[in-house]
Structures are given as structure tokens and as C-alpha cells.
């Protein structure tokens, strides 16, 4: 699962809440960057 940070208000959102449109649910910002929850990892399929 992926999650994300408001570059704004530096909130975490959940990937569901931005599925449909890339916006900070708490401030409305649109810049919104991915926060590292898991170690840099590449995962091979
Ligand atoms: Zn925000």
C-alpha cells in the first residue's frame, strides 16, 4: 500500500483517498509526493 504526503500541510493520505483526483483531502493542495513507508526495496515479478 502505498501512501502519500501533502507537500502543504505534510499530512499523510491514503492512496484511496487520491484515486480519483490528486488532491489533499485536509488542505486541498494538489502537490502531493509519495512518503517512503518502505525501505527501497525493488520488488521483481
Ligand atoms: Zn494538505
Same mark, same amino acid.
Given at each position: 500500500?502505498?501512501?502519500?504526503? /501533502?507537500?502543504? $500541510?505534510?499530512?499523510? !493520505? &491514503?492512496?484511496?483517498? !487520491?484515486?480519483?483526483?490528486? *488532491? /489533499? !483531502?485536509? $488542505?486541498?493542495?494538489?502537490? !502531493?509526493?509519495?512518503?517512503?513507508?518502505?525501505?527501497?526495496?525493488v &520488488?521483481? *515479478?
Amino acid at each position: 500500500m502505498t501512501e502519500y504526503k /501533502c507537500f502543504s $500541510c505534510n499530512k499523510e !493520505i &491514503k492512496d484511496q483517498y !487520491i484515486k480519483k483526483k490528486v *488532491r /489533499c !483531502i485536509y $488542505c486541498g493542495a494538489k502537490i !502531493i509526493f509519495k512518503a517512503r513507508t518502505t525501505p527501497t526495496k525493488v &520488488k521483481a *515479478r
